[in-house]
Every structure is written in C-alpha cells, then in structure tokens.
C-alpha cells in the first residue's frame, strides 16, 4: 500500500512541474485555423476557428480550455457561413458570446452559450464588416463599421447610430470599464497620411462622448517613416502598453519592432522598445499577466517578454515550429496562451514568483501548516510576501478532488479552510504549488 501512495504521489507531483519556463506547443485542432482568442479569467479560456469546407463555404467552431491552454475542447459547433467570415469577437461569460461579421454588417449572438443564435443587420445601403465588436456586459455594447459606431442597451434588440464626423478608423479596441471603451484610431483630426499618426481615445458609451487623450505625432516618426499599432493593453487604470511597427526602407522589406508604455492612463506615452531583429517583422499582440510580466509577439517566429514593468525587453529563443502568423495572446493566470493562425496553440510559463526567486528558495522561505478537523482543513502560509498560490487534493485513485486557488500574505500568516465534509473515508494527498511549481506536500486521512 505504501508502494501505491509513493507511486500516485510521484505521479501527480512530476505533472505539475511538467511545464515550467518552457514554450510548448500543443496541436489540439486538426487542420482549422485559429482567428481569436480570449480568456476571461486565470482558467476559462476561448478560441475561434475556421476551415473552409467548399468555395465559399467556411465553417466555424468555438472551442474551450479550463486548464490554461492544456487541453481544448469542443464548446460550440458554431455556424457554415456563406460567403462570410468572423471578423471580431466578443465575450461576456460561457452563455454571453458575439461575433462581427465581415460581410453583411451582421452581427451573430448567442445567450445560452451556443444551443440558439440571433442575427442582427445593421441598416448600410453597403456590404460593410463589423471591424470592432466591444461587449461591456449582456445588454450594452459598441459596433464599429465604415465610420459609424452603433450603440444597444438591451442585447441589440434595439440599438441607435453614431455617425462620425471627422476622417476617423478605429483598429484596437478594448474595455476600461463598464462604461468606457479604450481606442487607437487614425486620422482623428489632420486630414494627412493615415499611416503616419495613431491616436488614443476614450469613448463612453453612456453619454457618446470621445475623448482624444493623445497623439502618436511627430516625436514618434523618423524620415517619414509610418507607425502602425497594431494591439494594447491595459493593465490597470494607469499602466498600459502598445505594440506595433515601423517600416524601414522599403515598404515590406523590413520593420522595427516596437512597444510604447503609458503610466499615467494614456496621457503621455514612452518608447521602451525598439528592435529589429534579421528577418523579424514588427509586432502584432501584447499582453501582461500583471504589472511586471508581459509578453509580445510577431508576425513570424518573433517573442519579446518582459519581467520589469515593461522597462526592458528580452527577445527569446523560439523553435523552428513557432513561425505562423500569430493571431492572438492572452494570460490565463502567469501562462500565456499564443494563437496561431494555422491552429496551434503555444503556452509560456513564467518564471516561478515575482522576485524572481527560484522554487528551491521558495521551499525554504515558506512554511504551510495544515491542521485537520472532523469536517475541514485549516492551512496556514507563511510567506514573506504575497503570492497567489493553488492547492490541490487527489485520492488514492488519483482524481483530483479539490483545486483551490490561496493567497499569502506579507503580513503573516494567512489561514484557509478547506471544508472536506463530503470527502469519503481515506487516505488523500495535497500539494501547494506557485506558477505549477510545487512548494509544499503532504498527506492526510479522512
């Protein structure tokens, strides 16, 4: 029986440390291609994808992961669209999910995570594409299309227009909060070559209200040459960043790669990376899993992280397979899910806490005590400075029968109960693990 535990517990504790510090890629669909990508908290996560089945015929999927990237499956056998693509994506929670069209000036909804769809046609004389879909909650939200932004309170029942009356495109956008939508537009103002200026705007949808909060003029544009940012991302109210390109020489023979930082709401902005790279072309998405680490990426093989607010940038080493265009990045806790548009799917594990301690130091400067009662666990950590850590507790057939997400604490100890009234008699073991990395184990009998 001991040989039995020793066995399961080897098991369970070499499969969270499977995946530390690496770039790993996983090939969870077959022969679909991956167009967005988003993760609505630490676990659940969502992808988009598509193949084209005849001339014309595209079909479309929704896939789902729970486990930070691990494993995907099939969420929603989603649509066959005729002559028509998903062009934007936006979603609310597992029942809330829209996507923008690129053809028809659709929009396509479901509210019960897939079972039933509504369509909604924007009134255009023309064939427009949604280019910009922004849901702030299951009633109210933002479309984008050929200079009119439409606006619904009620889950598109019913929505109004908003023209706009100066020579603008809007290319990234993303929520601030539940009124407020963050925007990088072009030709705002200036009626001039709209490769050469981006601007940033906040819009808030109560009130339809813009305002331009800054301007990528001259101080970022060398010799003529165009700046085009191509993602954002905030990270707090104050801290948020850009990427994007700026060609050099001829037009497609190469770009510089570049991300601007904000640490005052996008009031001003500050060039923290500029390089290039052989034959690296510009960036496309970026990301942060908190204040310190982020990640960047490339058209084409190209992955900048960062461990420092965004000060300074490491271009990392990426296998041979890591080389098709990449259509999304998102955090799901400290892992970084990378889409690509052929359909693989990469994550990235950071490095194991935010001091850049190693898991051996970890071990040592942090203490877990577990007491256990009829009905409940009471687990208390000691660590010297907050951490987000994760207990797991699996049986003696190896399920995992809890997986609980607990803090620590500079303060002090921080206590947690884990009730296991409904537990069967016997014998489980827990682990606490950082970033998959375990800290501390044990064993105890119900």
């Given amino acids: 029986m001991k040989y039995i535990y020793l066995v399961l517990f080897i098991l369970f504790t070499s499969n969270l440390n499977s995946e530390?510090?690496?770039?790993?890629?996983?090939?969870?669909?077959?022969?679909?291609f991956l167009s967005n990508l988003e993760c609505l908290d630490s676990n659940d996560c969502y992808a988009v994808l598509s193949n084209t089945i005849d001339v014309g015929l595209s079909k479309y999927w929704v896939y789902r992961s729970t486990n930070r990237g691990r494993n995907w499956q099939l969420y929603i056998d989603l649509i066959t669209l005729y002559y028509n693509t998903i062009q934007s994506f936006s979603i609310v929670d597992s029942l809330n999910i829209y996507f923008g069209m690129s053809e028809r000036n659709e929009v396509l909804i479901t509210n019960d995570g897939g079972?039933?769809?509504?369509?909604?046609?924007?009134?255009?004389?023309?064939?427009?594409t949604v280019y910009l879909l922004v849901m702030m909650d299951s009633l109210k939200g933002l479309a984008y299309m050929n200079a009119v932004f439409y606006r619904t309170f009620d889950n598109w029942n019913t929505f109004d227009s908003i023209p706009i009356d100066k020579p603008t495109d809007y290319i990234v956008a993303n929520r601030k909060n539940d009124s407020i939508i963050r925007f990088i537009s072009y030709n705002y103002i200036e009626n001039i070559d709209p490769k050469h200026i981006r601007y940033y705007s906040e819009y808030n949808i109560n009130n339809n209200t813009e305002n331009l909060i800054y301007k990528f003029k001259k101080e970022h544009i060398e010799n003529g040459e165009a700046l085009d940012i191509m993602d954002m991302h905030f990270v707090n109210d104050s801290l948020g960043f850009v990427c994007g390109e700026r060609d050099i020489g001829e037009v497609g023979e190469a770009s510089w790669s570049l991300v601007y930082k904000t640490t005052d709401g996008g009031k001003s902005w500050r060039l923290v990376l500029k390089d290039i790279q052989g034959e690296r072309f510009g960036l496309d998405e970026i990301c942060f899993a908190d204040e310190k680490y982020g990640v960047t990426t490339g058209s084409w093989g190209s992955l900048y992280q960062t461990m420092d607010e965004g000060e300074t940038w490491i271009l990392k080493e990426t296998p041979e397979e890591f080389n098709s265009p990449v259509t999304h990045v998102e955090f799901a806790g400290q892992v970084a899910i990378i889409s690509e548009l052929d359909g693989n799917i990469w994550t990235w594990q950071y490095p194991d806490d935010t001091t850049g301690v190693s898991v051996e130091d970890l071990i040592k400067s942090s203490k877990l005590h577990v007491i256990k009662r009829s009905n409940d666990l009471k687990i208390a950590i000691t660590d010297p400075q907050y951490r987000a850590y994760r207990l797991e507790i699996i049986d003696i057939m190896g399920r995992k029968v809890t997986d609980k997400s607990i803090n620590s604490n500079a303060a002090g100890n921080v206590y947690h109960t884990i009730n296991i009234k409904n537990l069967n008699k016997g014998s489980y073991f827990f682990a606490l693990?950082?970033?998959g990395a375990v800290v501390h184990t044990g064993k105890f009998i119900k």
Avoid: G, W, Y
């Fill in 433 to 435: 693990s950082f970033n």
């Fill in 115 to 128: 079972k039933k769809f509504k369509k909604i046609t924007f009134p255009f004389n023309t064939n427009e």
């Fill in 20 to 32: 530390i510090r690496e770039l790993i890629l996983r090939k969870p669909f077959e022969e679909q």
